[in-house]
């Protein structure tokens, strides 16, 4: 592996299609000339069209792996994908922030395939903040937020400056102004609008857009241009085919 590339872990799901989890992900990192590990958090059988069965993978399996890739390289940054649950992704944080403390880590937070499958139920939400305040970014849709903090459009819960972490929120469901994303940080909120390019549905594009932004950020770009960043890549793979798996190569 060369020297020169920073390295970045996806730990998420296995789609054997290639259009989203880890080999989406793995994709865009050679994409943005960043060295990229993966770890599986669950086994799937589907295809871009349709999901038919989910394996989790054992925490501890997980976690173990996660141990040794960090004993033996720095790692600059983490994408985290599906979870069955928040305590999953909880040991998954806690283990990452006691032994690299400075690596960022981005979520995003898959609770339900385009195909209607449910991954992760949002029950118990007393934790919620605390485990957030380990990521320093999200990445959810119009639909995903509120699942995961109903109320934040439709009352403003973002002016409160409750949420422990970034949030970019995604703007393919935003029937107001499609395309256009909102960085939400602590003191401001950035607008980030779509360009005039033909873009057409993706499976796994949320996969490829986080997976973005975890390679600028181990290239040391700041969050912000990060995400700028990574919406110009997410654009052109969206426009890269009119079918439900796009090109990397763009």
């Given at each position: 592996m060369?020297?020169?590339?920073?390295?970045?872990?996806?730990?998420?799901?296995?789609?054997?299609?290639g259009?989203?989890?880890?080999?989406?992900?793995?994709?865009?990192?050679?994409?943005?000339?960043?060295?990229?590990?993966?770890?599986?958090?669950?086994?799937?059988?589907?295809?871009?069209?349709?999901?038919?069965?989910?394996?989790?993978?054992?925490?501890?399996?997980?976690?173990?792996?996660?141990?040794?890739?960090?004993?033996?390289?720095?790692?600059?940054?983490?994408?985290?994908?599906?979870?069955p649950?928040?305590?999953?992704?909880?040991?998954?944080?806690?283990?990452?922030?006691?032994?690299?403390?400075?690596?960022?880590?981005?979520?995003?937070?898959?609770?339900?395939?385009?195909?209607?499958?449910?991954?992760l139920?949002?029950?118990?939400r007393?934790?919620?903040?605390?485990?957030?305040?380990?990521?320093?970014?999200?990445?959810?849709?119009?639909?995903?937020?509120?699942?995961?903090?109903?109320?934040?459009?439709?009352?403003?819960?973002?002016?409160?400056?409750?949420?422990?972490?970034?949030?970019?929120?995604?703007?393919?469901?935003?029937?107001?102004?499609?395309?256009?994303?909102?960085?939400?940080?602590?003191?401001?909120?950035?607008?980030?609008?779509?360009?005039?390019?033909?873009?057409?549905e993706?499976?796994?594009?949320?996969?490829v857009?986080?997976?973005?932004?975890?390679?600028?950020?181990?290239?040391?770009?700041?969050?912000?241009?990060?995400?700028?960043?990574?919406?110009?890549?997410?654009?052109?793979?969206?426009?890269?085919?009119?079918?439900?798996?796009?090109?990397?190569?763009v």
């Open positions: 060369s020297a020169n590339r920073p390295f970045v872990l996806t730990i998420a799901g296995l789609d054997p299609s259009g989203a989890g880890i080999l989406a992900d793995i994709k865009t990192f050679e994409q943005h000339k960043v060295s990229g590990f993966a770890i599986v958090t669950a086994n799937t059988i589907q295809t871009e069209n349709e999901f038919h069965k989910i394996e989790w993978i054992d925490i501890s399996f997980v976690i173990r792996s996660i141990e040794v890739l960090f004993q033996n390289y720095k790692i600059s940054a983490v994408k985290i994908g599906i979870v649950s928040l305590s999953y992704l909880n040991r998954i944080l806690s283990t990452i922030k006691l032994i690299s403390p400075t690596t960022k880590i981005v979520w995003d937070p898959v609770l339900k395939s385009t195909t209607e499958f449910d991954f139920n949002i029950e118990d007393s934790d919620l903040n605390k485990i957030l305040s380990k990521i320093d970014l999200i990445t959810p849709n119009y639909i995903e937020i509120e699942q995961l903090v109903p109320g934040f459009i439709k009352d403003n819960l973002w002016i409160e400056n409750e949420i422990s972490t970034a949030i970019l929120l995604k703007g393919g469901h935003n029937l107001n102004e499609i395309g256009k994303d909102q960085l939400f940080l602590k003191n401001k909120i950035i607008d980030l609008f779509p360009s005039e390019k033909d873009c057409a993706k499976h796994g594009s949320g996969c857009l986080s997976s973005a932004i975890a390679s600028n950020l181990a290239l040391n770009q700041s969050l912000e241009m990060a995400c700028k960043n990574a919406k110009t890549y997410i654009e052109k793979y969206l426009s890269s085919t009119s079918t439900l798996i796009g090109y990397h190569y």
